[in-house]
Every structure is written in C-alpha cells, then in structure tokens.
C-alpha cells in the first residue's frame, strides 16, 4: 500500500466535494489501486463556515503557504483550489514546484497566463503539474488527449467549454427569457458568480480551457494571446428564435486548430445546426469534439462544472501522479514548445447569420441586397418579419460561405444607412 500526502488549498465547491470524496472512496481507492489518500493538511479564507464534513477531522492552517510544510512534513501533493489568477495561487503553487512538491490545480486562469513558466519550473525539479479539473470539469479531455490521442495527429478541437453561458443560452430559449434575466438566475443557481460572471459571458473562462488544449494538442508554447474571444452578452431572445426557426440554435463555441502553420484558437457564439449534437448539449453540460487524422471524430460531453465532477478529475490526477514515471506535465517536454503565431482570421471563410433591425419604408429590403451584390456575397435566405408591436422591422439574412473581412465591409456600410435602427448582430454558421 502506498501513502499519498496531499494538503487541499482552498475549499470551495470542489475542494469540499473532494475531502468528501476521499473519505468517503476511501476503502474503495485502496481497494483498486493500492494508494492511501492522507489529507494531511486544509486551508481556506473562512475557517468557520458551515461545511459539508468535520474540519476539526483534519489539520488547518490559515495561511495557504503553510501547506508546505506541515509540522516538518512535505505534502506529496499540493491541490491548488483557490482559484486566482495570480496573487496567492500563483505564489504558493510556484512556490510547491519549486520545493519539489507536485500540484494538481484547477485553475485554468492561472496557467493560461503563467503556464510556460510553471510548467518549466515543474519539470526543472521532476515534479508534475497537472491540470484534469482545469478543462471541462468532470470529462477526461487532458488525459485522452495527453495519453490516448497523444501520437494522433490532432486536427481539430471544438466544443462547449464554459457551463454557465450554455446554461444561459438554453435557458433564454426553453423559457423565453432575455439574457439579463437568465444571467440573474444563473447566478442564484450558483453557476457563476459576479467576479465569475465576466470570465464566462465574455468568452475567457472558455478561451483560458481552450488555451491549455491548445499546447496539449499542438505543442504549442502556452499562450493566451493566440486566442480570439468574444461573449454572449449581444445574443438576444430574438437571435435565438430566429436561429430555431432556420434550423439552428447558438452555442459558445470554442475551437482550435493549425492553419497555414499558424494557430487559429477562437471562442465565440455560432449557429450550430439542429442535427448536431453539440447543438443539443444542454444547460451546465460541456461538450467537445476531437478530429484527427487516425480517428474522424471523437465526442465526449459531461458535467463541465460543480464539485464532485470536478473532484473526480482531480482524483484521476492525484492517481497520475502516483503511476508516473516521467514528468510531461503537458505531454511535450518543455524544450519541444513552439512559439506559434496567430491566425489572421480576417481571411477566415464561413456562411453567417445577421439579424438587421431596419425602419419599416420601401427600399429598405433592395438597398441591403445591394450592398451584398456589389460586394459579391450571396444570400442563401432572406426573412422579413412584419412586427407589429413596432415600426421597425427585423430582417434575418444567412449567406453561402463569405470572407469575413469582405462580409464585416459590407455590414459597416448598411450599418451607416440612416434606415438601420441599433447594432447588427452578426454571428457565424458552424460550417
Ligand atoms: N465557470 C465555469 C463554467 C466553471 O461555467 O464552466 C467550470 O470551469
């Protein structure tokens, strides 16, 4: 039997969900792989909040750096479940690899900024730094890529990487409900808070994840710059319908994959058709597909978030680290990173979808389809929906496959047309 120390940073959701995890596995784990899981130490902002499990059962320390070093006694592993993106995560995980500790983490803000360095430092003093709970909560995305898919060439990864906006984005459609409203509900239902909020609306929660299997992928250095991100705080009740009714319903996409030797890594809301079963997963449930040359497609959806899913990522790494033998925190050795360039997406080709608000006068209809014929973009279908709560009407125009810079031209000008009335939304149409 072998003892494994860990000391727990941090107990929020996930950090409680896994002392009660341990606990409760605890014969079953040794049962299956031989390994004593000790808690030797906690730490967390408040000591005496209401918890799920018996704190006086384990040794706490206030200060999270004290984890270290626990009455004399190295932790084999450090879990970092605070959470930061700098500040003490950053310091007391650097500061464990540095001491020769391993750290298992979930904290994708962290390393998509600071990944190159810590991963560096983890392997200069043959520890691992690993990172399951990071991507997609509950769903072995890392490993599957760092193992099983390691010598396939990856052609593509895409998918839902953030539960929250997905949570909110199926919630405005099944309950007709604006995104101000959901938002409201999504954050009494715990999928995100207001520091958290930002980060997931605005795309990054999701672009950090897609960071880190980027590098997993490609062998890329870790770098967040790589990635285009844009939100969901534009998509509306209307868009959502609109979409439903042309067969398609909005997701926040993430994807990422090799042009022209050139990183394309982009987060952003698409329309997915219907028959897709990305377009089916639903609420927090995260989803992601893997293309390569050996296997077309490979899907796994699951719980993206909320703490026993992710606790049980973090346990897998727990495990890892207890049968490695090498230390490839991220599967290439640090000195096989490439610093990779961006894709310039402008030259990017994709059908998109617009939703023009316009006023309600004749011409209106010829003059935009002229702006398009000029520019030799074509239309593949054109809805003009009388509205009769207003004087204004909407106009719903999807096109064949476009440039984006050519389309984004166009849009600039009918936006500068004294007849548009408010933004045009402009999504694209997953190919
Ligand atoms: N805020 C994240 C989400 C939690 O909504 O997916 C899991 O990383």
Known sequence: MENINICIAGLGNVGSALV??????????????????????????????????????????????????????????????????????????????????????????????????????????KVLLLFEAAVAGGIPIIKTIKNNLFLNKINKISGILNGTTNYILTTMELEDKSFEDVLVDAKQKGFTSDHEAKLDIGGYDAAHKLTLLTSLAYGSEVDFELNEVEGIDKITIEDIKFAKQLGYKIKLISETSIIENTIYASTKPKLVSKENPIANTNGPLNAINVETDELKSLYLEGEGAGGFPTASSILSDIYEISNSTGYKSLGFTNSKLVKFKKFNSSNLESKYYLRIRAKEQPGVLSMITSYFNEANISIEKILQIPDNDSDSIPIVITTHKIISSELLSSVKKISDLDFILGYISLIPIEN
């Open 20 to 125: 009660q995890l341990i606990e409760k596995n605890a014969e079953f784990v040794k049962y299956k792989s031989d390994l004593k899981i000790n808690i030797i130490g906690l730490s967390a902002k408040n000591k005496s909040k209401k918890r799920d499990f018996d704190i006086s059962n384990y040794f706490w320390v206030d200060k999270p750096i004290r984890l270290l070093n626990i009455q004399g006694k190295k932790p084999n592993i450090l879990v970092e479940l605070i959470g930061y993106e700098k500040d003490i995560s950053y310091e007391l995980v650097k500061s464990a690899l540095n001491q020769n500790i391993n750290v298992v983490t979930g904290n994708k803000a962290m390393l998509a900024k600071y990944g190159n360095e810590l991963f560096s430092i983890a392997e200069e003093n």
